[in-house]
């Protein structure tokens, strides 16, 4: 008798059953009712969400809704095809335009997922005889599209640009080479020193992308990411991003001033072999990052925010994943994964939301609580995310110190 | 050229990989060509790459990452390093 296909499965089976111990339970968290980019009701609950990628807070924007509803009238509910055959609609040409001039690129090309963004692009620059070489905690979606292409893979170190250096040395001069790198990291939230991984990048004649999916809306003067930020989106090759965070919906996106990038469409299979994006999805996506472009003061109120959140924590005794501010990700590290677990449900029992991140998806091994603030969260919701930490901390036998900054928020309960 | 590599060279290159593993054998399990990373050592994916990594400066070589799924033995790294340096010759 041939073995059971998911029997290789059973350890993780047995983990996760004993994981039902901690209630509310963080790995079924189901969003019953979502009142808005902040808040959601959770077990029944009024939820605090500091755990998504809504950094701008697009998910309800009244222009961006109100262009998904007309487009859904007019072009219904699907395209039921690839963007190569039947899947083409004005719509996706004005949000490719739309993105190009955001970049100011000459070329835009959109996928229907971030996920599929990066598996595409990287599986297909890179092939057979290429050399991609990837930062260390990269984003499972490139380790994946390095799985998938047929290019040499070659890892250096986090945000290491010696590192790097020391790698692109060790390939043959004239072999194909493409770094790919991220603006911020996900899961701690720490920026890569582009200046230098380009200069590295440069000095041996390799290409670079950049996945600016957790910076786009709100680094560098046009909201362009972290390369914009530092002065040297000029000198990246490609930057890949998403719609599923700062845009507020789903989609993924490559922009490039190369001027062979239009033969990408024939030959990159996640773009190819998909039904393109929905016209609601396009259609408010292109609302959204229209609007990105034009805000500027209001992208600084995030960071004030993520202040305000960061400091709070650091004062309670959370070991966190930056010291300073370096996006709107605030990494609590935690000892291990009863912690861990025990903190998050807590957190959830007092109405606060945060992601639970763990081996593999995090480096080094860590346990991290990863909040995430957006343009949405009131300082009133920050003061309470401190307090549901304070006293979950406290549940938890955690050596919580002092009070949050402010105390008087026991507003959502 | 595997056939072309002396067997007393071939134990040096094994003698330098285990040098390397003190840090990813907290169990202070006894290394030989045999070893195996996920069985015995119980290392995860990610800490694999971390050893390729210290290989690859101890050696001054590139192993791409994606040979790793063919390397489940010391041994089996041993014998790539020496073929990778063979061809980089």
């Known amino acids: ?269 996640p773009y190819m072999f998909t039904a393109s994006s929905p016209p609601s999805v396009v259609a408010s996506a292109t609302v959204a990052i229209d609007k990105l472009a034009r805000m500027g003061e209001e992208r600084r109120a995030l960071w004030r925010k993520v202040q305000r959140l960061h400091a709070g924590l650091k004062a309670m005794g959370f070991a966190l994943g930056t010291e300073t501010v370096e996006s709107p990700i605030v990494a609590v590290c935690l000892p291990d994964q009863d912690k861990l677990f025990g903190m998050s449900a807590a957190l959830l029992d007092e109405g606060v939301y945060v992601n639970v991140a763990r081996p593999p998806a995090t480096p080094k091994g860590m346990f991290l609580l990863r909040c995430s603030l957006g343009l949405g969260h009131t300082d009133e919701q920050v003061d309470a995310i401190l307090e549901a930490f304070a006293r979950a901390g406290r549940r938890l036998g955690l050596p919580v110190t002092g009070t949050p900054p402010c105390a008087s928020a026991a507003s959502n309960a | 050229m595997a056939q072309s590599i002396d067997i007393e060279a071939h134990r040096e290159t094994f003698r330098r990989i285990a040098a390397l593993m003190d840090p990813f054998n907290p169990k202070g399990v006894t290394i030989t060509p045999q070893t195996t990373f996920a069985g015995d050592l119980d290392l995860d994916s990610l800490a694999v790459m971390d050893l390729v990594a210290a290989i690859e400066d101890e050696f001054d070589i590139v192993i791409p990452l994606n040979i790793l799924p063919e390397l489940e033995t010391v041994g089996e790294v041993a014998a790539a390093v020496d073929r990778i340096r063979e061809e980089s010759r």
């Open chain 1, 1 to 269: 008798m041939s073995r059971d296909l998911l029997a290789k499965f059973a350890p993780l089976i047995a983990e996760r059953e004993k994981l039902k111990a901690f209630q509310p339970d963080p790995l079924d968290v189901t969003m019953e009712k979502v009142l808005s980019p902040t808040e959601a009701i959770v077990n029944g609950r009024r939820t605090i969400l500091a755990g998504t990628n809504n950094y701008m807070a697009m998910t309800f924007d009244p222009d961006a809704i109100a262009a998904a509803r007309a487009a859904l009238d007019r072009f219904g509910t699907g395209t039921t095809g690839s963007r190569i055959l039947n899947g083409t609609y004005a719509l996706h040409r004005r949000l490719e335009e739309t993105l190009a001039r955001f970049y100011d690129r000459r070329h835009a090309m959109v996928f229907t997922t971030g996920y599929q963004a990066n598996l595409g692009i990287i599986s297909t620059l890179a092939g057979r005889g290429d050399y991609v070489v990837i930062d260390a905690d990269s984003h499972a979606s490139i380790y994946d599209a390095c799985a998938m292409g047929q290019a040499d893979v070659v890892r250096f170190r986090h945000n290491d640009p010696e590192d790097l250096a020391k790698r692109l040395r060790r390939l043959p001069e004239d072999a194909g080479k493409l770094v790919v790198v991220e603006g911020i990291y996900s899961m701690l939230g720490d920026r890569a020193p582009l200046r230098e991984l380009v200069a590295a990048t440069r000095e041996f004649g390799a290409q670079i992308l950049v996945d600016e999916a957790h910076s786009m809306g709100f680094c560098g003067e046009h909201g362009r990411g972290i390369a914009e930020e530092l002065g040297v989106d000029k000198q990246v090759d490609f930057i890949v991003g998403t719609f599923s965070k700062s845009v507020g919906t789903v989609g993924g996106f490559c922009v490039s001033d190369h001027p062979y990038f239009e033969v990408l469409r024939f030959v990159c299979r």
